[in-house]
């Protein structure tokens, strides 16, 4: 059995940095339509 990743603080290797790349920027993506959605959203009700 491995060993607990988290309990030990180690990052599990099992993904590759291309999935994270492409989690990262919708992270980004999402963030930015959020605030532009809410902006907007202000905006219109100002």
Request: hydrophobic share 50%; proline share 4%; no cysteine.
């Amino acid at each position: 059995m491995p060993a607990d990743n988290k309990k030990n603080g180690v990052i599990s290797p099992g993904r590759s940095d291309a999935f994270w790349r492409r989690v990262y920027l919708a992270v980004v993506g999402v963030t930015f339509v959020v605030i532009t959605g809410l902006w907007a959203f202000s905006r219109f009700f100002s």
